[in-house]
């Protein structure tokens, strides 16, 4: 499947980025088991407040109507599916990628079978891959779109990382996040592992899980990283300003 | 079912295991584990909606009850995703449900959405038992009341927590097991797997593998 790479030169790190630039590398919302409106509405009013433009409010699927009744018109709006084990048949997935379009959000993540890479079954992850992809791929590449396969990095050893990652590139996959966050959390040596094996054009590649602070992510976006999902992208990004205004080298 | 034959006991058919493990659990584990569960006559296990049909192919011919998990763990995914989820899991041969509550509804005061979902839930179930798992540690004690009593009778056994890995709820099991039996006939002890603590009339067991749900089977006998 010869499909244009996601990864525009453009869309890497650099210094002298502007802070609006620099926020919309970054995923940042309230979802799982804890998570309501009413904290929802809070932390929106948060992001707002904080007057920078995230890349998109991450929600989930029942609460895409509330939050987009709190948002400014447009705003892009993410969710998950089979968060974050993987745990429904594969057809579920990809009818809940198409109901995500209906709502009008191009932008989401699909957790892969946890179990199937955990067992090392590959062409089990790369058919899941190919039956959302096929069916919706061309829809969530337009302008804003996203369709990335979250990887369980954290639990699988290199080799294993690699083989999901190639299963994913198989499958037709262009964009992974690497981890679901819950537990899970990303690190430099897996990133690393991924570039050196894929290359930089291979896939479009967004970290996530226990990113905290903003060195963390200066690092992750230096490797080439093009977006980061933590709930300290706030913060992260008024650290970012701070060094700007104050003229503190950013990088 | 492997031939293997189940030695039934009143104490395992009131064990449930619970084979919903986030991230530590291969096809190898799974297979040990239902195994396990066939041999020592417990009373059902609880697996993902995807499982079903392996499970049920492996505990075929068994009495053990395949429960599917819907909606795990967060509770808040599409209502026709949930409907989907319960449909496809019945026809991959669950032989009853455990649905979670999607407690964000009930904490909003969203009753209205809560109760739609209660009422999808038990006609998904189609007159299969139907658990309902509930993250009590969310609500408050004046609360657990009304909530059960929104609940209604339909509802076969209540759950007081996912047992999720990752969750931010992280519960005080026992503390929630007694919240919940305290007011409710219907309460199932989640046991904790290190603890082995309880003391419902039956126990959910969360496990990764059988040399764990061993482990548990030991400490409740004891």
């Known amino acids: 499947m010869a499909k244009a790479t996601r990864v525009q030169a453009d869309s890497h790190f650099g210094p002298g980025e502007s802070v609006q630039d620099f926020a919309r590398r970054f995923h940042f919302g309230v979802q799982g088991i804890t998570a309501t409106e009413a904290e929802t509405r809070e932390v929106i009013g948060q992001m707002l407040g904080a007057g920078r433009a995230v890349r998109a409010f991450d929600t989930e699927m029942s609460l895409v109507p509330f939050v987009r009744g709190l948002l400014p018109e447009g705003f892009p709006v993410h969710v998950p599916i089979a968060y974050p084990m993987g745990n429904v048949p594969p057809a579920l997935k990809a009818a809940e990628a198409g109901r995500a379009l209906d709502l009008g959000v191009v932008d989401i993540c699909i957790s892969l079978d946890i179990r199937a890479a955990l067992s090392g079954r590959w062409d089990d992850i790369a058919a899941d891959v190919a039956l959302v992809e096929e069916a919706w791929g061309a829809e969530f590449a337009g302008p804003g779109g996203y369709l990335a396969h979250i990887v369980p990095g954290q639990i699988l050893d290199e080799a294993s990382l690699l083989e999901c990652c190639e299963a994913v590139r198989r499958g037709g996959g262009q964009v992974i996040k690497i981890n679901p966050g819950a537990g899970l959390h990303v690190s430099p040596e897996q990133i690393a592992a991924i570039f050196e094996r894929f290359g930089h054009d291979a896939f479009d590649v967004h970290p996530s899980g226990g990113i905290r602070d903003y060195d963390s992510a200066i690092a992750y976006l230096r490797m080439g990283c093009t977006t980061i999902h933590t709930r300290s992208a706030l913060e992260i990004i008024a650290e970012y300003e701070r060094r700007q205004r104050e003229g503190i080298a950013l990088v | ?222």
């Open chain 2, 1 to 222: 079912m492997n031939g293997v034959k189940g030695r039934a006991s009143p104490l395992s058919e009131s064990v449930l295991a619970a084979a919903l493990p986030a991230y530590n659990m291969d096809d190898a584990a799974l297979r040990g584990l239902l195994d396990l569960v066939a041999s020592r006559g417990l009373g059902g296990v609880i697996v993902h909606s995807r499982d079903v049909g392996f499970a049920a192919g492996r505990l075929a011919g068994s009495p053990i009850q395949v429960i599917a998990a819907i909606s795990y763990p967060s509770g808040a995914n599409s209502r026709i995703a949930r409907q989907e989820e319960m449909a496809g899991a019945i026809a991959a041969g669950a032989d009853a449900l455990a649905v979670v509550a999607p407690m964000g509804n009930w904490r909003d005061g969203r009753r209205e959405i809560f109760g739609q979902i209660l009422e999808d839930a038990v006609a998904g179930a189609g007159g299969r038992p139907l658990h309902l798992i509930l993250e009590t540690c969310l609500i408050g004690d004046g609360e657990l009341d009304a909530l059960l009593a929104a609940i209604g009778p339909k509802i076969s056994g209540l759950i007081a927590t996912t047992g999720f890995e990752g969750s931010d709820a992280g519960p005080d099991i026992a503390r929630e097991n007694a919240r919940l039996a305290s007011c409710d006939a219907r309460a199932i002890a989640w046991s904790d797997p290190a603890t082995a603590s309880g003391g419902g009339k039956r126990h959910v067991i969360g496990v990764a593998g059988s040399d764990e749900l061993e482990r548990c089977l030991a400490q409740i006998a004891g």
